[in-house]
Structures are given as C-alpha cells and as structure tokens.
C-alpha cells in the first residue's frame, strides 16, 4: 500500500475529496515521517506538530462542509525565513536565535488562507548565504541522498537545505524556499525533487527576511511540476505592502500543464557548457534536449555572452544589499545582545557572536563594495553588467520561448569537501542559476537524470519575465518523459 | 542690505553662509508606514514594525508626504523631477533602527530653485536652493533617564522631512536669520510644515566659512548640527565666523568638522573631524521602485497652491497702496495677512494696516498671543476702523473704544453707542461748547486777537475738553478760527 507521504499534493487532494482519508490522518503521517527522520537529517528548526494537528481538524471540518482550499488539509514547512506568527524565526542565525514575530508573512499567510497544514520551520544556510545546508546556526542539514557504495554524509545544497531535504524525505508534502542565487533550484537539483523561483515581484517579500532586496524571490518546492504549479498558485499575487511586487493577475498555474509543447522554441546558450563542464551534467542536458524535441519542441541555438560575468556581479550586488539588510541585527531592538564597554563595543562583540563566517564575509565584501573611492569600481559596474545581462535575455527571447541549462554544474557534494573550504568553489555552484535572479526572470530546476554515482541531476527552464507557465509547462512536458524515481536512498530501506 | 564686514587684524573679512534646513512634513503619518506622527506621545507609542526594523519589514512611500514635497517645491520656485530615487544611508546608532536611513541622494524629488528675502529697508535678494530631498527621520535617544544606560524612543523613527539644501549665498547672520524665517513662512502658508523650530519640526544645520572681503574662493567650511532657532543661528554663524578669521590670523588653517553649537555659552565646540565623518556608503534602495510622478500628481499640487507671502505682498503694495514695510510684516505670517484683509474689508487699507501692526500688534506681544489667539477678532477691528473713518468717532476716542473691545469682546459700534462716545458733528452744539469756552477766557481771547496764534491749540484743547473728546477736531478748528476771527 502506498504510503500517504509518498503521495503528490493532488493526489491527496483527491483523496481527501472522496474522503479515502482525513486531513488528520495525512497530517498524523507526515509527523511519523518527521520524528522517524529528523534525528539523520537535522531539516528543521522547529516543529509545530500541535499547530498542524489544530489545523489539520480545522480543514477536516472545512471539507466535510464542501469548502475546500487550493491547499486544504495539506502539511508544508517554511524556510525558517519565513516570518511566522508567535513562532520562532531564526534565519539560522544565533543574532535572531530566540526571535519571535508578532505578525505573519504575506506568503505563509496566503498558504494559510488556502488551508494548509504547518508542519514547522525549516533550516536553511544563514540568512540565506550558502549552498550548502552547512552555514545554519543549528548545524548542518543532512541530505537524504547517499552515493552508490557509500556511507559519506553529503550535501542537500542551498540555502533552502531544509526545504528541498524535508520534501524529499517525504517530511512534508511540500515546502517554501526564497532564491537570491539559486537557493531554490540548486538544492532541488541536489535533492531529485521540483523548485521554482518566480519572476522577481510575483511573490511578495513581506514578512521574509532579507537577504539580497533585488534578488531574493519566494517560490516553493515540492514533489512534482503539478504540485509546484499549486503551490505558487496559492503563494503568488500582489502586496500593496511590498513596493517591489508586481500589480499583475496570477495565471491559473495548473490549468496550464497540457505537457503540449509543439512549436515551442527552446534556446540553448552556448555559454552555459564551458570547457570542462562535468561530462554527466552534459549528458543529462543533452537527455533533455532529445526529450523535448521528440515532444515537438524546436531547439535553438543562442548566446547570453555576459554570462561570464554574472557571478562576480552578483558576489557584489548581493553582499552590498546584504550589508545593509543585515544592519538592523544590532543587540538594540531584538534579538541578540552581547554586553560591551560601550555601544560599540556591544555592536561588535553582539555581531561577531550573533554572525556565523559566511555572514562576516558577506557582510564585509558589502561594506567594501560601497565604500567611498570603491563604489564605481565595484557596485556600479556590477549594476551594468546586471543591465547587460537582462538584455542579453531579452535579445534571446526574440527567438525562444524558454532556455534550457543544467541546474548545478556537479552533482551534490560530500559534507566537509575540502575543495569546498574555497569560499570561491562554493559559490560556483550558483553559476547556472545566479543569471536567472540577476534578470529577474522565473527558472524551475527539475530532477532529468542520475549521475553515475547514484545522484540526482537537474536542468534549468528559464522562462520571459512573468511567464512562469510556460516554463511548468515545459518541465511538466519533460517530467513525464523523464518517469524520474525521486524516492532518496534514505527511503529505499 | 547692508554689507556685513567683519574686520579682522589683517583686514576686513567676509563670510560665507549655507544653511541646511530639515521640515518635518505635516502629514498624519509617517513617509514609509502607517503609524501616527501626533508630538507628545508616550515614548515608542507611535512605532508600528516597519518603524523598529523587524524583520522582513518594508517601506512603502506615503504619496501625501510626496504630494508636501512637490508643493514645497513649487514654493520655492524650483524644478520638480519627475523622476527621483531613494538611497540608503548607512551608518550605525541606537536610535537609527535600520542601520540605514532613507533618503534621497544623487536623484532628489526637487531641483534647483530660490527663495527671496527682505531686508528691513524694502531692499531684497534672492537666495539659491540647490535642492530638496524626502528622507526619514530617525528615534530619539534619551540618555538623562538612568545612570548607565540610554533609552530609545522611536516615535519619531520614520517620520517624513523635506531636507531644503540652500547655495552658499548667504553673506551675513541677518541674511541666514531672514532666509529661515522666509522658508517658515513659505512651508507654513503651504501646510508643508509648521515649521515649529522648538518642537524640532524645523531644524537647521549651518555651514559657515569665511574669506578675505573682495574674494571670490570657498574656503573650508564647518557645520553647526541642529540649531534650534533663528537666534541660535544667527549666534552660531557670529561666533564661528570670528573664530576662523582668528584661526586665519594666526596662521592657522580651518579643518573641516562637525560642530556644535552651545545655546548657553553662544559657542560652538567640535564634533568630530572629517578624518572620523562617516562613510556613508549610499546606494540605491531596493526595497522601493524609483519615485515617479504623474502629471495628475503635479497638476494636483498646482491646483493646490496658495498665494505666497512674496505674491501676497506684492498684491498689498500694488493693489492696496501699503508701504513695503507694513506689506512685509502683514504677511510674514498667512494668519496675519488674512486677518489684515477681512478687517480691510471695505475699509481704508492703510489706516486698516496701521492699526493692525500697531495697536493690535502691542496688545498680542504684551498678552503673548498670537494672531489666531487675538481678543479683537479681524471683523471688530474692521468694524472700528470704519467708525474712525466715517466720522463717528475720532482717532483718539477710538483708542478707548479699542481697550474696552480687548475688555469685553464687544464690537465697537455697540460700546460707541452705549457709553455715548459719538462724534459731537452738529454745528450748533459744537458752538454752544466754543461760545461757552471764550466766555470764560476773555484774557486769552484778547491775546490770541493781539497776535499770541499758538493759543489756538490751547482753545482746541478746552472745547475737545468740554466735549469730553467727542467734539469733532476739523470742525473744532474750523468753527473756532470763524469766532475768533
């Protein structure tokens, strides 16, 4: 018998239609599944069994009296950057370890109004600065993939490394992410499960703590293309209070998976298979390709020829928002507050504490970046490349609809991988993904293949700004070609 | 205008002035949140999350305070930029919840533009602006309440100024004294501010350098922070000045610094250097789209602008034969020139004018009140003017009837007819009172025939006497010259 945790969303809204089950019951399995796992995988930072227990009876009650919502009954987790009501929100940081909002984020709050089930917070690398799952305050996320013949502990990426290792361990049947970089694909990709970052401006950053302002972007990730088209359907929309979200009309996300995509022209940009690209990332974007076009899909050749420059921008743009984001965490509001000499003293004494290493250097990176004398050097040309970048992509979306790239230029990594200890082989990681935020364009990671060591591998869909259907279309198209067996070695008993 | 010199060992010096001016703007709420703005609230009663920089909290521009700004723009006849950005301002203080204040840095909501101020003897000059920008204010911090520790209060955390850059224009304490008080007349009649100075609501920081007169250099300048009222600025700018011609003198050379300006001792003390200013580190706020105005927004502020004390006064000399000065101080204050205009309804202006910035003005600075506050109220005092005017009452009487108008609140007419005060105009009664007067002083009518003119006023004196003031004066003089011969 199938397990309730290994069902998709709309499977269990079906079943929790035709009363096959309650919202009680799937709720009460998602809890085993959690307290079974928790202790290995180290996915959350806190949980709320009570709460989703509450709810759960609550969208029971809602069913049994016909109204349901697009996500009644079903059990999420948020990235603990996620502001949460009388619930703590850390963003895996000691400086806001014991921090607990009095208000609730316009997107866990949209979650709520369409019924769904919160299993608790999900950690995720600090403040967002990461790939890795191995930067959070309350140590590493351990993801539920092990190589073929090995022991070795390895990576569920990052920074939403709870998110995509709780989704995959079937902990939750899905959950929320926020992508400044790649946070939401790479882990994805890592983790053989589905993640979208939407056009920048489609989900409101209300209530999220911030990492990068112009970059970060709520999405979700979940088992499949249907289960991720639901989930940004419900997470999705306008917030007057979010200067930056945009005031134009949802799309209905599932009605647009037909998997038809003949005629559909599909760029593939030269730049994106440098030499020495990882020869099974290669296979597995040439696997797609092939999938797509037997689907009826035209593949073209383009070229984005700034992307070369794209990570070095972002490695200033983000730390220079980030600095000034990460100023508010002073010991004087909330949070933590180290005593000193005087109030610099308890400024530097609570941020040295408060701050793990890759939240120093960024913030430091961002100080430097806009220095007087280092401004136009860095900051600003770092802006003009961005510029370059998006025109890059327009000019490509004069040809194509969509572009296909690989997700991560490796499969995941082992935890403790010396060649990781290079801030610089980290952030390559985000090579693929970071040209996506920088434009501000929508991209899905989905699972295509499996390396030869036993891991998942993902490609990239990029879609025109705000045309995030055509991209789950797409990957909707490729997931059924695909047939991918997304169950994590941990599972597999 | 007169040319302020300072003379100096060396030779004579001229100083250089530029005043940075913040308005708080009148608005109900703050430029970025919804909480309330109101002065005298309990501490931290005013602070919604956006305000304490919780987490996850964003600005969102209140189109109000953004709808001020363009009318205060416009008043000080400067370029509104239809498109302006807000930036960042990064600086650590316990006060500054963020870490950051927004501002605007290298793209203000307004542009170039210039204010004129009038001198005391009907000369004028016009002072640059260099711009305005919308910004934030930050929180308070109170260190007096407990020995080793400083609380915040962040009421005033988000609050929205207009910051009202001005050029380096200004040549002497009178001037910068002027140029403040001109801009508060400005902000004030537009209801951008209400430019209360010891509330904080209008604040100024002043740069002052100084040069050998007949030079044309900058030299460098130093800030003064918050000076809190047009005196102290004025205080500040004297001092500061004469402390860099004394540097100069001495060979020595001015550093630029932040300064500050001691209230009680009139002098001005260091901050700190500019080896210790602050780097700044602007940039782009990322949380807010760039503020773009529509035309409706501009042609909304348009149809919105009042007549300005500039205009107002030029319509006062022009159209109502005031003198510039009376014009200048009748509307200094838009509660004063609408007083001035309802009690010269129908009335002489000039006569209307006196009264207003003499006899009432006394009676407002002795009772300390302001204009709005006045016991005589604009219609009254119209009402007497007219009687004065239409003969019913001389000049003199109508003091009286003034002083019993402040008193009771009566309106004059009433008391006139009350208490009797009537002109005595009837030729006959007026005689009967002469006839009276030269029966009795047969000696002074015998010297007054031999040549003594200067009796005349005496004769005067005694029928006004006998009439107990109410004799009309014209006819006394007339009527007396006939009997006298």
């Given at each position: 018998m199938t397990k309730l945790t290994d069902l998709t969303i709309t499977q269990t809204i079906k079943g929790l239609k035709e009363k096959e089950f309650t919202a009680t019951e799937v709720t009460k399995d998602y809890i085993s599944q959690i307290e079974k796992y928790e202790d290995k995988l180290n996915a959350f930072v806190t949980t709320t069994p009570e709460i989703a227990l509450t709810q759960a009876k609550k969208a029971d009650e809602n069913i049994a009296n016909g109204k349901?919502?697009?996500?009644?009954g079903i059990p999420l987790a948020f990235k603990d950057l996620y502001c949460t009501k009388d619930i703590k929100t850390t963003a895996c940081s000691n400086i806001l370890n014991n921090f607990v909002p009095k208000y609730e984020s316009t997107v866990t709050q949209n979650l709520f109004n369409q019924g769904a089930v919160m299993l608790g917070k999900l950690q995720l690398d600090e403040f967002a600065m990461g790939a890795s799952g191995t930067t959070s305050f309350f140590g590493n996320t351990i993801s539920p993939w092990k190589a073929n013949n090995s022991d070795k502990d390895l990576v569920p990426g990052g920074s939403s490394s709870g998110s995509a290792t709780a989704v995959s361990a079937r902990m939750v049947a899905a959950a929320t992410g926020t992508d400044t970089g790649g946070s939401i694909r790479q882990p994805s990709a890592f983790c053989g499960v589905t993640g979208i970052k939407p056009t920048y401006g489609r989900c409101s950053r209300w209530g999220i703590v911030a990492y990068a302002s112009s970059l970060d972007q709520a999405g979700p990730i979940a088992k499949d293309v249907s289960d991720t088209a639901l989930m940004l359907q419900a997470m999705a929309g306008f917030d007057e209070k979010d200067s930056t979200s945009a005031n134009i009309k949802v799309p209905n996300f599932p009605k647009a998976l037909t998997g038809d995509i003949k005629g559909l022209k599909i760029g593939i940009p030269k730049e994106y298979r440098p030499d020495g690209l990882n020869k099974e990332i290669c296979d597995v974007w040439d696997k797609g390709i092939e999938m797509l076009k037997e689907k009826g899909a035209e593949i073209i050749d383009i070229s984005l020829p700034h992307t070369k420059y794209a990570l070095a921008s972002y490695y200033i743009i983000a730390p220079a928002e980030a600095s000034a984001n990460l100023?508010?965490?002073?010991?004087?509001?909330?949070g933590l507050r180290v005593d000193g000499k005087d109030l610099d003293d308890m400024y530097m004494k609570t941020r040295a504490q408060g701050f793990g290493e890759e939240v120093r250097r960024r913030v430091m990176i961002g100080t430097y970046v806009l220095s007087a004398g280092y401004y136009d050097a860095y900051y600003l040309k770092a802006q003009k490349v961005r510029a370059l970048i998006k025109k890059d992509f327009e000019e490509a979306y004069k040809k194509v609809d969509i572009v296909l790239t690989p997700a991560t230029p490796t499969p995941a990594f082992e935890i403790g991988d010396k060649s990781m200890e290079d801030p610089i082989n980290m952030w390559l990681n985000d090579i693929f993904t970071v040209t996506v935020n920088l434009a501000g364009l929508p991209g899905l990671s989905l699972p295509v293949g499996m390396s030869s060591t036993g891991l998942p591998l993902g490609l990239q869909l990029i879609g025109r700004p705000f045309d995030e259907a055509t991209i789950l279309n797409a990957g909707y198209a490729l997931e059924q070609s695909v047939k991918f067996d997304n169950k994590p070695t941990l599972l597999r008993g | 205008m007169k040319e302020y010199i300072l003379k100096g060992k060396t030779g004579d010096w001229e100083i250089v002035v530029g005043l940075e001016v913040h308005c708080q703007i009148l608005s109900k709420s703050k430029l970025f949140s919804g909480s309330s703005t109101a002065f005298g609230s309990d501490a931290n009663s005013n602070v919604s999350f956006v305000d304490a920089a919780m987490p996850g909290m964003l600005p969102v521009i209140n189109k109000y305070c953004v709808e001020q700004a363009i009318k205060t723009g416009m008043g000080l006849n400067a370029k509104v930029n239809k498109v302006s950005e807000f930036a960042r301002k990064n600086y650590f203080y316990a006060d500054l919840p963020q870490g950051y204040q927004i501002s605007q840095f290298d793209k203000p909501i307004i542009g170039e533009g210039y204010v004129e101020i009038d001198f005391n003897d009907g000369t004028s000059k016009t002072i640059g602006v260099e711009r305005l920008h919308l910004e934030q204010d930050a929180g308070k911090s109170l260190h007096n309440e407990d020995p080793n520790k400083s609380y915040i209060d962040l009421?005033?955390?988000?609050v929205a100024l207009m910051e009202i850059v001005s050029k380096p224009d200004m040549r002497s304490p009178e001037e910068a004294g002027l140029y403040l008080r001109k801009l508060r007349s400005i902000v004030r009649y537009l209801g951008t501010c209400d430019g209360n100075m010891d509330e904080g609501s209008m604040r100024c920081d002043v740069n002052v350098s100084v040069r050998p007169k007949g030079s044309d250099e900058l030299r460098t300048r130093c800030e003064m922070k918050n000076v809190n009222s047009v005196r102290f600025a004025m205080q500040a700018i004297e001092y500061e000045a004469k402390r860099h011609i004394e540097v100069y003198e001495n060979g020595g050379d001015i550093h630029q610094e932040t300064r500050a300006f001691d209230a009680t001792t009139g002098t001005t003390k260091s901050l700190r250097s500019k080896e210790n200013a602050h780097d700044y580190r602007y940039f782009p706020e990322p949380d807010l789209l760039p503020l773009i105005l529509s035309d409706e927004q501009i042609d909304k502020a348009k149809g919105e602008m009042v007549e300005l004390p500039d205009e107002k006064k030029a319509r006062f000399i022009k159209d109502m034969g005031l003198s510039s000065y009376d014009a200048s101080v009748l509307t200094v204050e838009k509660e004063t020139a609408d007083y001035f205009e309802e009690a010269a309804k129908g009335n002489d202006a000039k006569k209307t004018a006196n009264w207003v910035t003499s006899e009432l003005f006394a009676v407002l600075k002795n009772s300390n009140k302001t204009i709005s506050e006045s016991p005589v109220s604009a219609k009254s005092l119209g009402g007497l003017v007219a009687l004065i005017s239409n003969n019913t009452i001389s000049g003199k009487i109508a003091k009286d009837v003034f002083e019993i108008m402040i008193e009771t609140g009566k309106d004059a007419l009433s008391i006139v007819e009350e208490k009797g005060l009537k002109q005595v105009t009837d030729t006959g009664a007026i005689e009967a009172i002469i006839d009276k007067v030269i029966e009795s002083s047969p000696e002074n009518v015998t010297l007054y025939k031999s040549g003594k003119d200067k009796l005349m006023g005496w004769f005067v004196g005694q029928v006004m006497k006998e009439s107990r003031g109410k004799a009309n004066p014209g006819m006394v003089n007339k009527l007396l010259k006939e009997k006298l011969g």
């Open positions: 349901m919502g697009l996500l009644e100023a508010r965490y002073d010991g004087v509001k909330y | 009421n005033r955390s988000g």
